[in-house]
């Protein structure tokens, strides 16, 4: 079976958008799920509407792979699951190891989906002895001394980092250095990589913050409006009174505060 060390995703030499790119899971997750009913074919409305995309949005990413459908049948969807599968490169086995087995790493190691995806977890790395030879999700974790190796010798291009965020930019330069090309970061910090390397970001507190935004401004939407004020009484115009001007022939009007 190829490794992700030997082959990469024709996507980019295709000139298929990033933005397309990103959707392209999307896509699969609501065909697989359509998949796993028996739905033979399914409309571009249909499928965008479970994507959470509109229509014309999904018939424009769908031409950057060839695929057009049938008119008044739809598209089919197996080939669709397959083709979007190979157009991400799922279709081929991605070691991947996963640096910091704290309860964010176990969790990860636990997921079930990286398998059905295309995903091998090679190996659970960390740098406490204490867990050392620890089963965690039927794989024994391996101390980060031994990182480079395990990278050689499992071919792997893709690393998930889930350190704190003190000790994340040396574990992913040691990463880098032993020949990873991609990098999922966990760590609430910001990476730097050389050219050539991809990193994805996933900061669960800057989602959490950016939900609590729209929290606030929907109970700002939903509150009361306040009781509206009376507006300021005018002060009284002013009077005109008469006065007496010494010298003069007669009375001279003048305006005079009330």
């Not at 279709?91 to 969790?107: C, F, M, R, S, Y």
């Not at 020949?179 to 609430?188: C, E, H, K, Q, R």
């Not at 950016?210 to 002060?235: C, D, N, S, W, Y």
């Not at 022939?249 to 009330?258: I, Q, R, S």
Request: a negative charge.
């Amino acid at each position: 079976m190829a490794t992700g060390r030997t082959h990469r995703p024709a996507t980019r030499s295709r000139g298929i958008p990033e933005a397309t790119v990103a959707r392209l899971p999307l896509y699969l997750r609501a065909l697989t799920a359509l998949s796993e009913r028996s739905v033979p074919t399914v409309s571009s409305e249909e499928l965008a509407s479970a994507a959470g995309v509109n229509s014309a949005k999904l018939r424009k990413d769908f031409s950057y792979l060839g695929s057009y459908g049938t008119r008044g049948v739809g598209y089919d969807v197996e080939y669709l699951v397959y083709q979007i599968s190979r157009e991400l490169g799922l279709t081929q086995d991605w070691p991947v190891v996963i640096v910091g087995i704290g309860n964010l790493g176990a969790a990860l190691a636990n997921y079930g989906g990286f398998a059905s995806r295309g995903f091998r977890v090679a190996a659970l790395i960390d740098a406490d002895p204490a867990m050392s030879g620890k089963p965690v999700a039927g794989i024994a974790v391996q101390h980060a001394d031994e990182l480079e190796k395990i990278i050689s010798d499992n071919g792997v291009s893709i690393g998930v980092i889930a350190t704190p965020a003190g000790s994340a930019q040396q574990v992913c330069e040691r990463l880098v250095a032993a020949g990873v090309t991609s990098i999922l970061n966990f760590a609430p910090t910001v990476l730097t990589v050389p050219d050539g390397v991809d990193v994805r970001k996933v900061d669960l507190s800057i989602e959490l913050q950016i939900l609590a935004f729209h929290e606030q401004r929907k109970a700002g939407e939903e509150a009361p409006p306040e009781e509206e004020t009376a507006p300021p009484v005018a002060p009284p115009a002013a009077t005109v009174k008469k006065r007496t001007d010494p010298g003069s022939d007669g009375d001279v009007p003048a305006v005079m505060p009330a």
